[in-house]
């Protein structure tokens, strides 16, 4: 059974640094593409970066280019995401998404995690 | 990039059928494959639909997609509707970058 269980979230200061981390399990994590999706509240779904099987291939929305970094670990079964000077609109649930595909754009997401939550706010 | 626009809500009747679009601002419906995705409340999305009308196992064949290349546009459409297909309905692809694009979603509500 796949499962991608996300932690590190919580509440910070706008201007502050947050790393999500996610641990996923029931596949070979090596094998495909990752994702992290955000949903503000009461707001629709974000992508917000992927990265492929073996990192050559890293992307990121325009909203937080410059500021988060995305990277895996795979001989943890980990997906990362380090987020630098954070703002009250980055406030949202993070999801950890798996591919289907080993290239991040070239599948589609067939697993998601259940999402940690971050707040902003001082 | 581009933006893919959906309804904010529909709604319809048990038993009927409904359809969701999703229409691609700029660049080719066709370039990039269309999922859709259906989030219940207080419950992480799920794939309903991916590669523009391939279900994943375990869906229903009342669900199913499809895109028309001159409204530029993706549908979901669900039929024999159940109480339980109320959930809110998103569309997504990919740009010419590999990043991924969501639709903003819309409310179906089956009354």
């Known amino acids: 059974e796949v499962q991608l269980v996300e932690s590190g979230g919580g509440l910070v200061q706008p201007g502050r640094s947050l790393r999500l981390s996610c641990a996923a399990s029931g596949f070979t994590f090596d094998d495909y593409a990752m994702h992290w999706v955000r949903q503000a509240p009461g707001k629709g779904l974000e992508w917000v970066s992927g990265?492929?099987?073996?990192?050559?291939?890293?992307g990121y929305a325009d909203s937080v280019k410059g500021r988060f970094t995305i990277s895996r670990d795979n001989a943890k079964n980990s997906l990362y995401l380090q987020m630098n000077s954070l703002r009250a609109e980055d406030t949202a649930l993070y999801y950890c998404?798996?591919?289907?595909?080993?290239?991040?754009?070239?599948?589609?997401?067939?697993?998601w995690g259940q999402g940690t939550l971050v707040t902003v706010s001082s | 990039n581009f933006m893919l626009t959906q309804p904010h809500s529909v709604s319809e009747s048990p038993g009927k059928t409904v359809t969701i679009s999703c229409t691609r601002s700029?660049?080719?419906?066709?370039?990039?494959?269309v999922q859709w995705y259906q989030q219940r409340p207080g419950s992480a999305p799920t794939t309903v639909i991916y590669?523009?009308?391939?279900?994943p196992s375990g869906v229903p064949d009342r669900f199913s997609g499809s895109i028309d290349s001159s409204s530029n546009s993706a549908s979901l459409t669900i039929s024999g509707l159940k109480t339980e297909d109320e959930a809110d309905y998103y569309c997504?692809?990919?740009?010419?970058?590999?990043?991924?694009?969501f639709g903003g979603g819309t409310k179906l509500t089956v009354l």
């Open positions: 590669e523009d009308n391939q279900r």
């Open positions: 998404a798996k591919d289907s595909e080993q290239l991040a754009g070239r599948g589609w997401i067939d697993y």
């Open positions: 700029s660049g080719s419906i066709a370039s990039n494959y």
């Open positions: 990265i492929s099987w073996n990192s050559g291939s890293i």
């Open positions: 997504q692809s990919y740009d010419s970058s590999n990043r991924g694009v």
